[in-house]
């Protein structure tokens, strides 16, 4: 089912994201070492790279689920420099933009999947109920599970929780879209359903970060392709240049070792 046959409203305005000299370390160890990134409004950009590479936590600090020790982050109108410390009420502020889809669904075992999407607009951004259960049903009917409404996530398969996951993170009507490796913990018969949901969003214009190593769909879907290896990027361009003629040896042997599985 496509998310555009519900004939819903269509995305939040999607903005754009600027990331300059970005750093953090977890204790004596460097994990970012100083990222620019540029995210075009209405883009999607996939991050690939190794395990320990900085993807997840660079991901991470643009939602603010990690506080950089330095650099820049401007999505939309809003922006921190972490440099100079954080003001009250910037990160909050800074964070209203953009909605995360975790690896692990990170659902609320004793909610419903229409009480998961329900909790973050009513609680966290005090919308009226009727109206945010409304939405909340009908994006479950986008993602293909208006039938699994009163479900519990120990009810749902792995791919059908990632679709919850997924709109839930649409009930906060984000401007940008943050994917944690989505499909990694999916069992692969399941991995096309969400895929299928990404794809979906892609094509109505969402600004889109994903983390992933699924090369078809960075190949098929993303506007732009980013390589992370050791805290920095070591390489970016569009999906035909980096997967399919990579300049740097450190991405040829990356892509060598996913694609030989």
């Known amino acids: 089912m496509s998310i555009h046959d519900e004939g819903f ?28 990134l540029d995210v075009a409004p209405g883009t999607v950009s996939v991050m690939i790279g190794p395990s320990g590479s900085g993807k997840s936590t660079l991901l991470r600090c643009l939602n603010l689920l990690e506080t950089p020790q330095a650099g820049r982050v401007r999505i939309g109108d809003d922006e921190i420099d972490f440099t100079a410390g954080v003001r009250r009420g910037q990160s909050a502020s800074l964070r209203r933009h953009s909605a995360m889809v975790f690896q692990s669904h990170n659902l609320f075992p004793h909610r ?3 009480q998961n999407l329900m909790e973050g607009p009513v609680f966290a951004q005090g919308r009226p109920r009727r109206e945010v259960e409304e939405e909340a049903r009908g994006l479950l009917a986008r993602v293909g599970l208006a039938e699994k409404a009163d479900a519990y996530p120990d009810q749902l398969s792995g791919g059908q929780q990632q679709r919850v996951g997924i709109a839930r ?10 994917f944690d490796e989505p499909t990694s913990a999916l069992d692969p018969e399941t991995v096309g359903e969400v895929l299928a949901v990404m794809r979906d969003l892609a094509a109505e214009g969402r600004t889109m970060i994903v983390v992933t190593h699924e090369v078809r769909f960075a190949r098929d879907v993303a506007d732009h392709v980013v390589f992370l290896d050791g805290g920095v990027i070591a390489e970016e361009g569009p999906p035909q240049q980096v997967l399919l003629d990579p300049q740097q040896e450190r991405t040829r042997a990356f892509l060598g070792r996913i694609l030989s599985h």
Not at 11 to 22: F, Y
Not at 169 to 178: D, E, S, T
């Open 169 to 178: 993170a649409l009930a906060l009507r984000p401007r940008v879209l943050l």
């Open 112 to 114: 419903t999947a229409l």
């Open 9 to 36: 409203a269509p995305a939040e305005t999607p903005e754009g994201i600027e990331v300059r000299g970005l750093v953090k370390s977890f204790g004596s160890t460097p994990v970012l070492t100083g990222v620019d």
